[in-house]
Antibody, heavy 123, light 109 residues
């Protein structure tokens, strides 16, 4: 069974930093692109970032570009999201999600999702 | 405000067929595949439909997707109480990357 488990969420002050992790099992992690998607309270799903299987391609939503960094350690089957200069509007549940395709092309079809970890940015 | 527009709410009774629309423009829905996700609050979102009309294994055939021009639709037939959830259309393209619609809250009366 393909499983994703996020961790690292918590309460942080505006301007602070936090690192989220997503531990995966049940599939060959290095073969798939991975995404972060968030949901702010009362709002819809919002794509944040993507990284290819070999880390050669990374991209970000404009709202987080320059503040968030996505990375992965294929030897540890773990995806990361380093979040700096956090703002109140970054408050959300953050989900990691696996891309469906084994090819080098990101499809945006997210076929496996984690349960999410909550990030609250407040003083 | 998302570039993919969905109605904020939809309603149906058990056994009924309901459809949820997703409209965009020639630069997104007009040229790219549309995927649909089901999300119950507090749980992991679930892929329901991909590439406009493909169902992942395990998704009942009560769920179907279609696309015509710049609009897409998700249809749910034989509506059940457990279908009450939020539904999102989404697409991926080279410039916008990941884009979700605003979501539609489906209530089963």
């Amino acid at each position: 069974e393909e499983l994703l488990l996020e961790s690292g969420g918590g309460l942080v002050q505006p301007g602070g930093s936090l690192r989220l992790s997503c531990a995966v099992s049940g599939f060959t992690f290095s073969s798939y692109a991975m995404n972060w998607v968030r949901q702010a309270p009362g709002k819809g799903l919002d794509w944040v970032s993507v990284i290819s299987g070999g880390s050669s391609y990374r991209d970000y939503a404009d709202s987080v570009k320059g503040r968030f960094t996505i990375s992965r350690d294929n030897s540890k089957n773990t995806l990361y999201l380093e979040m700096d200069s956090l703002r109140a509007e970054d408050t959300a549940v953050y989900y990691c999600a696996k891309d469906q395709s084994r090819s080098a092309t990101v499809t945006g079809i997210m076929d496996v999702w984690g349960q999410g970890t909550t990030v609250t940015v407040s003083s | 405000q998302s570039v993919l527009t969905q109605p904020p709410s939809a309603f149906g009774t058990p056994g009924q067929r309901v459809t949820i629309s997703c409209s965009g423009s020639s630069s997104n829905t007009g040229t790219n595949y549309i995927n649909w996700y089901q999300h119950l609050p507090g749980t992991a979102p679930k892929l329901l439909i991909y590439r406009n009309n493909q169902r992942p294994s395990g998704v009942p055939d009560r769920f179907s997707g279609s696309k015509s021009g710049t609009s897409a639709s998700l249809a749910i037939s034989g509506l059940r109480s457990e279908d009450e959830a939020d539904y999102y259309c989404a697409t991926w393209d080279a410039s916008l990357r990941g884009v979700f619609g605003g979501g539609t809250k489906l209530t089963v009366l």
